[in-house]
C-alpha cells in the first residue's frame, strides 16, 4: 500500500488561539456549546461592564487569582443560584485551562486563577412531576392529529416519559440507535458515554407508527416536520424538543411541564416500583447515585405521611 503523500505545506489558515473559541470548539454538543458560550459571555459582561460583550477576544490569559476571587462574589452579589454560580465557575476554570494549554498564561497564574471552590449547597431538584392524567390526554392529542407531526410528537413523548432521556439527547438520536427486537435506544448522554435505554411496549407502539412515516433512510431518530408535512431528516435541537413538549401540553389543557419533568417523573417512577438505585442511575445516566437519589420521592412521601398523623390541638373539638 502506498502511503499518503505529505503536503509541501500547511494550510495557511492559522487555528484560532483565541481559549474561548478553543474551549467551544472542543465540547461535544451544540448544546453543550450553547450553554458554556452563555456562561462565558454573562462573564465577560462581570469583567467589562459592557451588557453586550461576549466572550471573544476577551483576555481571558491576564486574570488572575485577585481577578476571579472577586467574580464568584460578583456572581453571587447578581443574585444567582449557587448552582448557577457553579457552572460558570466550570466554564471560567475551562476558558483558563485553555489559555495555559495555549501558553498565553503560565501554569502557576493558571493554577492560581482556577483555585476557586465551588458553592457548597443542597437543593430540592427543580420541576414537578407529570401526572399520568396530563399524559394521557397529550398523547390523546397528538393522537387526534393524524398528519406527520402528530405522529412524531407522541412517539416523542412517550420516549421521553418510558425512557427519562435528556432533551439534547433525544435530539441527537438516529435510526440506527432504535434496536426494535430488543425495544432499546442507544443514548449518547453527557461526556460523550453511551448507555443503553428500553422502552416500554407502548411507546414501541407509538415509534413504530412514526416510523411508517419517517421511513429506513438513514438519520436522526426524530426530525423537523414543516407545515406542509414535509420531513427534513436533519437533527433537531433540544429546544425544539421542549418547544413540543410545551405546544402539545398546552393543546391538552394540561399545566406546562419540561422535558426535564418527564425525567424527574421517570426516575420516580422507577424508584416507587422498586427499582435499585444503581440500576436507576444506568439507566437514566447519572455520574453519581446521589444525584439520582435526589429524584426520590419516597422519603417525601414518608414525611408528610409522618406529619398527617398530628392533630392540631382543638381539632376534634377537644
Not at 458554556?36 to 465577560?44: E, F, K, W
Not at 472577586?70 to 457552572?87: A, D, F, I, Y
Not at 421521553?160 to 435530539?171: D, H, I, K, W
Request: charged share 30%; glycine share 8%; proline share 7%.
Amino acid at each position: 500500500m502506498t502511503a499518503p503523500a505529505v503536503p509541501e505545506r500547511l494550510p495557511a489558515q492559522q487555528p484560532p488561539r483565541d481559549p474561548y473559541e478553543v474551549y467551544l470548539d472542543g465540547l461535544p454538543s451544540p448544546e453543550s456549546r450553547r450553554t458554556m458560550r452563555g456562561c462565558l459571555d454573562r462573564i465577560a459582561r462581570l469583567i467589562t461592564g459592557d451588557p453586550h460583550a461576549t466572550g471573544a477576544g476577551q483576555p481571558w490569559e491576564l486574570l488572575r487569582y485577585e481577578h476571579t476571587v472577586r467574580l464568584r462574589t460578583l456572581m453571587r452579589e447578581q443574585g444567582w443560584s449557587p448552582s448557577h454560580v457553579n457552572k460558570h465557575l466550570v466554564a471560567l476554570r475551562r476558558v483558563l485551562k485553555e489559555a495555559w494549554r495555549l501558553g498565553l498564561m503560565t501554569g502557576e497564574d493558571y493554577q492560581r486563577a482556577a483555585d476557586l471552590p465551588a458553592y457548597k449547597h443542597t437543593r430540592v431538584p427543580a420541576g414537578r412531576h407529570v401526572e399520568s392524567g396530563a399524559l394521557v390526554s397529550v398523547l390523546r392529542v397528538c393522537d387526534d392529529d393524524h398528519s406527520p407531526a402528530g405522529r412524531r410528537d407522541g412517539a416523542l413523548l412517550a420516549t421521553l416519559y418510558s425512557t427519562g432521556c435528556r432533551r439534547a439527547e433525544l435530539a441527537g438520536l438516529t435510526l440506527a440507535d432504535f434496536d426494535p427486537g430488543a425495544r432499546s435506544l442507544r443514548v449518547r448522554g453527557k461526556g460523550d458515554k453511551e448507555r443503553l435505554v428500553y422502552l416500554t411496549v407502548e411507546a414501541v407502539e407509538r415509534l413504530d407508527l412514526w416510523l411508517a412515516v419517517r421511513g429506513g433512510e438513514p438519520g436522526p431518530l426524530f426530525c423537523p416536520v414543516n407545515k406542509a408535512g414535509r420531513l427534513r431528516l436533519s437533527h433537531m435541537t433540544g429546544q425544539a424538543v421542549a418547544d413540543i413538549v410545551s405546544r402539545r401540553l398546552a393543546a391538552a389543557g394540561a399545566a406546562r411541564r419540561t422535558p426535564h419533568d418527564f425525567r424527574r417523573t421517570f426516575i420516580g417512577e422507577l424508584l416507587d416500583a422498586g427499582v435499585d438505585l444503581a440500576t436507576a442511575q444506568a439507566l437514566v445516566g447519572h455520574a453519581s447515585p446521589a444525584t439520582t437519589a435526589r429524584y426520590d420521592r419516597r422519603p417525601e412521601r414518608r414525611r408528610r405521611e409522618a406529619v398527617d398523623r398530628l392533630r392540631m390541638p382543638g381539632a376534634d373539638g377537644a
